[in-house]
């Protein structure tokens, strides 16, 4: 079956330490996006890329870094210049921005930094 | 005007009964429009897209005003199995951003 997998779906690091989501996409989409979630807030648009080996920043990019190396691959690293990192992340992936086509999740990876 | 605005709620509801609520946009040139639904600690799940002429699924009818930049949703016979935060999307096709409301919270009541 198809799908978006973000790996691990608990994540715990101490402060002051990189750390990197994974997400990949068996879909074929061609955009990928990532989302923080705050708890009892909506989601907040971190980077998202519409073509392999291009991205864009969201409203919340500081702090963050992506890659979009291959098609099927989009990971997020959360680094130590990120102030408060303790959030609910989120991948997920449409056919591209041409297309009136929904957003499809991953199971989001739950980062704790103490 | 914020780009996707909703009533966070939380809407207190007893099964059974009828709930609606609305989701505003600014964007004029919007093209798409999805309801999501997400559940406590989990990731959203796509509910139902919205079509010009609206359109229901089973329970759920999604309606769209483009004159009043609204679009909204519309629970029959609510369940308790229906409580959830319900998110709303709006994008123009061919614009990369996608972006979010904050999402309506519902609990059926018993």
């Known amino acids: 079956d198809g799908g978006i997998t973000q790996s691990p779906k608990y994540l715990f690091r101490k402060e002051g330490q990189n750390v990197t989501l994974s997400c990949e996409q068996n879909?074929?989409?061609?955009?990928m996006y990532w989302y923080r979630q705050d708890p009892g807030q909506g989601l907040r648009l971190i980077y998202y890329?519409?073509?392999?080996?291009?991205?864009q920043k969201g409203d919340i990019a500081e702090g963050y870094s992506v890659s979009r190396e291959k098609k099927e691959s989009f990971p997020l690293t959360v680094t130590s210049a990120q102030k408060n990192p303790t959030a609910f992340y989120l991948c997920?992936?449409?056919?591209?921005?041409?297309?009136?086509?929904?957003?499809?999740f991953g199971n989001g990876t739950r980062l704790t930094v103490t | 005007r914020k780009e996707v605005e909703q009533d966070p709620g939380p809407f207190n509801v007893p099964e059974g009964a009828t709930v609606a609520f609305n989701c505003t946009y600014s964007?004029?040139?919007?093209?798409?429009f999805f309801w999501y639904r997400q559940d406590c600690r989990k990731e959203p799940k796509l509910l139902m897209s919205?079509?010009?002429s609206g359109n229901e699924d089973g329970r759920f009818t999604a309606q769209l005003n483009r004159a009043s930049q609204y679009i909204s949703l519309l629970i029959r016979d609510s369940k308790l199995s229906d409580s959830a935060t319900y998110l709303c999307?709006?994008?123009?096709?061919?614009?990369?951003?996608?972006?979010f409301g904050k999402g309506t919270r519902l609990h059926i009541l018993p």
């Open positions: 999307v709006v994008n123009k096709v061919g614009d990369d951003k996608i972006i």
């Open positions: 879909l074929n989409h061609d955009a």
């Open positions: 919205v079509y010009s």
């Open positions: 890329s519409q073509i392999v080996n291009d991205f």
């Open positions: 964007n004029s040139a919007s093209q798409s």
């Open positions: 997920a992936s449409t056919r591209g921005s041409s297309y009136n086509s929904p957003l499809h």
